[in-house]
């Protein structure tokens, strides 16, 4: 059995160790709270553009003339990895990276053995998974954590929108953890250039109603594919910071749980060796005690 010493100093550890994670998690909580608000405002308009688009993509005939819903040969693909630029948040990070390079390995796998697969990484853990991996990786953007604005999710967007406008990706596309509730993020893998018109919405585009458009279908087209592809961008970036604040809150309450319960243990452990030495010392001066008698 450890001494009493031992386990003093293990008990004092664990109860800093709780005591950490304890305000781990209320902080995660705090930014959970703010994030979730975000993600949750954006979604319906981020739905209701990607609706329009649709209608009115599914009623004009030439909507291939735009330069980001031409289809190509995936010659040359580029993966936008989403993760996080900080750990202790359970396996958010790993799951990502697995889902990415799975991607890479199974759809790409062809072009990957060309090495004409490149990542984008955002978010230090899932940059450092790829290096580990051997992946071609573009460009970081983890800075952009630091201020996720939609200004500077659009610069991004712009740049990825002009890279695959001037041939250098044929393919673009999207990996990050979906937000669902604190306890559940959502492995979500879309494809962002070009854009795809499903043909469920292609059917829902062509209701019974003439509308009358100003300026033109074309033009209003020309400038929502833009916007769409940014607003998508971004809302991507809030889920992954909605869910990364979600998973650490659940990661940090279970290690406080653990953290708990390890400390309980360790209290019996130390009470019994106490109770030990303490019966010991009794049994000692019993017998010093019979031994002067004799």
Known sequence: MAGLKEIRTRIASVKTTRQVTSAMKMVSAAK?????????????????????????SASLENVEESVFTQPRDN???LIVLISSNRGLCGAFNSNVAKTALGLAHTKYERQLQ???VHFLAIGKQGQ???KYAGMNIMEEKNEIFDALTFENVSAIATEIMNLFA?????????????FKN?????????????????????????????????????????????????????????DSNAAENGARMTAMHQATDNASELLSELTLQYNKARQATITNEILEITSGANALKG
């Open 128 to 130: 450092r998974q790829l």
């Open 166 to 178: 001037k041939e250098a990706y044929d393919c673009v596309e999207l990996v990050y953890n979906q």
């Open 32 to 56: 959970l709270k703010k994030a979730q608000d975000v993600i949750l405002q954006i979604r319906p308009y981020a739905d209701k553009l990607h609706q329009i688009l649709a209608s009115l």
């Open 182 to 238: 604190a306890a559940v993020q959502i492995l979500t893998t879309e494809q962002f250039l070009p854009v795809e018109i499903p043909e469920e919405e292609e059917d829902k585009g062509r209701s019974n109603y003439d509308f009358i458009y100003e300026p033109s279908k074309e033009y209003i087209i020309q400038e929502l594919i833009p916007r769409s592809l940014k607003i998508q961008f971004y809302k991507a970036l809030l």
């Open 75 to 77: 010659k040359n693909v």
């Open 114 to 116: 060309k090495g004409n």
